[in-house]
């Protein structure tokens, strides 16, 4: 299938509104469909780590309404329910068990996706094709392929998409890249992306490393989709699926839609990616263990212009975060904090905190400021999804933002497993000459499921 270009896609749905006299494109419920008050309706997937804490921010919008939780897990779907009717006071919000029949419904406009990765694609890319705008948690997908085929859907379906990348819509995080991309730490030649090590006993399970029944509330058929089969092992399942190969991709993948986001937004790479990924040193557990995926882990990616990308968790030369130097300086941004090798970048982050945001516009400029380009400022990360909605334009991170983010990590991971650089088209998005490699873009699929070309 021919890829759609991402300009092409915002000048047709820029032109479909003008031509059937809208201003905007807007929700679903505008058109007669049945939506409480004329506001935004969505549902939300995945009652783990992420999807209670994305629902509490969508509760706190007055314009949106959230009517049906999907949860293959009755406990966590109970859970969800309680939270969502307990804050509307009533009991309105409905329960499902499949995504395909709450898909299927006509009266919703938006969706929240916050399951484990190897239910992305198949999920976005059922909410595309059922007209669903959605808010997805990082990283796009398992795989390159998968990210790949959710692109392609969300484009042929003209849907929004805003990705859980929610440090774009952080002051100290888009100053600093607006700092690099001013220039004001001359030629960018080095980016280092900090991420975290290790595993996490997230879910608390303590000991529970034997293979048993699965609880008779969770549909562990189902849980595992299109993933291989394998014995149900409490403690690799609910939040800590992230250590298992067949499920998640480890701290490296859960992490880079966060710092390699956030170091290509500085590098203006939102739409390339590298050209060479090399593994530099992993340690990796045998693929037979309960978490299997890399505890430490070191790659190198080149880039375009001489810029050398440094992905690391557990090395200590390598902060937590995101840091760009370049000739003049440097600049590292991370949770609740910002630094910088001169004096007179430390002050910008001071005058630019608490600019106004002008919603889907670059934050104002302040006198004669050194920043001169601005990059999109937002009022909060789920607010201007909500907005996008409405005005069909794109998110601050979109879905083809998403799938760039997250390629790096992919490709450092296949780097470690063939142990060998791998060489990357950032045009065609191919691995070049190496076979056994470019099987690794994809996987295949338990059936009944498909993964749609």
């Known amino acids: 299938m021919k890829r759609v270009p991402y300009t092409s896609r915002r000048q047709f749905l820029a032109h479909s509104a003008a031509a059937i006299g809208f201003p905007t494109i807007v929700p679903a419920s505008v058109f007669g469909q049945n939506a409480p008050s004329n506001k935004?309706?969505?549902a939300v997937f995945g009652w783990g780590m992420m999807g209670p804490s994305n629902t509490s921010k969508f509760l706190q919008e007055p314009d949106c309404q959230i009517v049906a939780a999907c949860d293959i897990d009755k406990r966590n779907l109970e859970k969800a329910l309680g939270t969502i009717n307990g804050a509307y006071k009533n009991q309105d919000c409905k329960g499902y068990h499949d995504y395909r029949e709450l898909m299927a419904r006509k009266d919703i406009d938006t969706v929240m996706l916050a399951i484990p990765d190897n239910w992305h694609a198949l999920t976005s890319i059922e909410a595309a094709k059922n007209g669903k705008d959605i808010y997805g948690e990082k990283p796009l997908a398992r795989t390159i392929a998968e990210q790949q085929a959710i692109v392609r859907a969300v484009q042929k379906h003209n849907r929004i998409w805003q990705t859980g990348s929610w440090q774009r819509s952080e002051d100290n995080f888009r100053i600093g890249a607006e700092i690099v991309r001013n220039g004001l730490i001359g030629k960018l030649t080095r980016v280092e992306v900090g991420l975290p090590a290790g595993h996490n006993d997230f879910a608390k399970t303590g000991d529970k490393r034997s293979v048993t029944p699965p609880p008779a509330e969770l549909d562990?058929?189902?849980?595992?989709?299109?993933?291989?089969?394998?014995?149900y092992i409490e403690c690799?399942?609910?939040?800590?699926?992230?250590?298992?190969?067949?499920?998640?991709?480890?701290?490296?993948?859960?992490?880079?839609?966060?710092?390699c986001d956030i170091a290509h937004w500085g590098m203006d790479m939102d739409s390339s990616g590298p050209s060479l990924v090399k593994p530099l040193q992993v340690d990796m557990p045998p693929r037979t263990d309960i978490w299997n995926t890399a505890t430490k882990y070191r790659a190198e990616a080149t880039y375009a212009g001489d810029i050398t990308m440094i992905i690391?968790?557990?090395?200590?030369?390598?902060a937590m975060g995101t840091k760009w130097i370049g000739t003049d300086g440097w600049v590292h941004v991370n949770r609740g904090s910002y630094d910088a090798s001169k004096p007179e970048l430390k002050k910008i982050i001071k005058k630019r905190e608490g600019d106004k945001v002008v919603e889907g516009s670059a934050a104002p400029k302040l006198g004669d400021d050194v920043i001169?380009?601005?990059?999109?400022?937002?009022?909060?990360?789920?607010?201007n999804f909500l907005d996008c909605?409405?005005?069909?334009k794109p998110t601050v991170t979109p879905v083809e933002t998403a799938h760039r983010s997250a390629t790096p990590g992919h490709l450092a991971l296949i780097s470690f497993l063939v142990n060998r650089p791998i060489k990357w088209d950032p045009v065609k998005e191919e691995i070049i000459g190496d076979p056994e490699a470019s099987k690794l873009l994809t996987r295949e699929y338990r059936g009944p499921w498909k993964l749609e070309a």
Do not use: C, F
Request: hydrophobic share 35%; aromatic share 12%; no cysteine.
């Open 40 to 42: 935004i309706t969505m």
């Open 220 to 231: 562990y058929e189902m849980w595992i989709g299109p993933a291989a089969m394998q014995d």
């Open 236 to 259: 690799r399942v609910h939040k800590n699926w992230r250590w298992d190969y067949n499920i998640g991709g480890g701290q490296l993948l859960d992490w880079i839609g966060h710092h």
């Open 312 to 318: 690391a968790g557990g090395h200590d030369d390598i």
């Open 372 to 383: 001169k380009h601005r990059l999109y400022a937002t009022p909060g990360h789920h607010r």
């Open 389 to 392: 909605v409405k005005s069909r």
